[in-house]
């Protein structure tokens, strides 16, 4: 079966810090990839995905990811974070188009101001 | 936009009682999830449909049974509510057609069982 690991359970940062948040995948065939994000009382929303193509994508609000298939890799980057990315962040993996999504167990990002 | 709607964001229910959780999605999609939510744990899908009145079991399925019989609604059922069954519980839809829709999620149903 499928896993995904996110190594940080909970990271802390101050505003303008640079963030890297790692996540890996147990999936050798293709794959699709996705960052979700959960703000305090609001619902999961995507941050980025990636299906193939550029192994460097953008997301919304600054967030960029990069897929390294030799590493099975798929971290969440952002150069400067700010107060209002206080969230839960959670990576995800699908081993096909029909497939479900496995998620990681989370990490929490708490940016002291 | 796509909107995944859930029937409460707040449920308090005993011990022993049978409980219904509704989702209704308005995007026509084809596949529709059910997951927990706890603390540490992250995402557990409990239950999914590829489409209508087709079911599949998850990773934990014990406890929960699923109905599935019109496209846009996909209930979650507890047969006999227990306190370890408290958790956050999400409903979230994906279309197939392009091959590459993402999940789309509602705001979550809080479910406490004393």
């Known amino acids: 079966a499928q896993s995904v690991s996110q190594h940080n359970h909970h990271v802390i940062l101050s505003e303008a810090a640079s963030l890297e948040l790692g996540c890996n995948y147990s999936?050798?065939?293709?794959?699709?990839l996705f960052w979700y994000v959960q703000y305090p009382g609001q619902h999961l929303q995507l941050l980025l995905k990636?299906?193939?193509?550029?192994?460097l994508v953008k997301g919304i609000k600054g967030f960029e990811a990069e897929f390294i298939k030799s590493k099975f890799s798929f971290n969440l980057r952002k150069p400067s974070v700010q107060w209002s990315d206080t969230a839960e962040y959670f990576c995800?993996?699908?081993?096909?188009?029909?497939?479900?999504?496995?998620f990681g167990r989370g990490t929490q990002l708490t940016v002291w101001p | 936009d796509v909107k995944v709607t859930q029937s409460s964001r707040y449920l308090v229910k005993r011990t022993g009682e049978k409980v219904f959780l509704e989702c209704v999605q308005d995007?026509?999609?084809?596949?529709m999830f059910w997951y927990r939510q706890d603390p540490g744990l992250g995402l557990r899908l409990i239950y999914f449909?590829?489409?209508?009145?087709?079911?599949e079991k998850g990773d934990i399925p014990e406890g929960y049974s699923v109905s599935r019989e019109k496209k846009e609604r996909f209930s979650l059922i507890l047969e006999s509510a227990s306190t370890n069954q408290t958790s956050m519980y999400l409903c979230?839809?994906?279309?197939?057609?392009?091959?590459?829709?993402?999940?789309?999620f509602g705001p979550g149903t809080r479910l406490t069982v004393t």
């Open positions: 449909s590829y489409d209508v009145k087709m079911k």
């Open positions: 995800a993996a699908r081993g096909s188009t029909l497939g479900r999504l496995y």
């Open positions: 990636y299906f193939s193509g550029d192994p």
């Open positions: 979230a839809s994906r279309s197939t057609g392009t091959g590459r829709g993402e999940q789309y």
């Open positions: 999936y050798g065939g293709t794959v699709n």
């Open positions: 995007m026509d999609h084809e596949n």
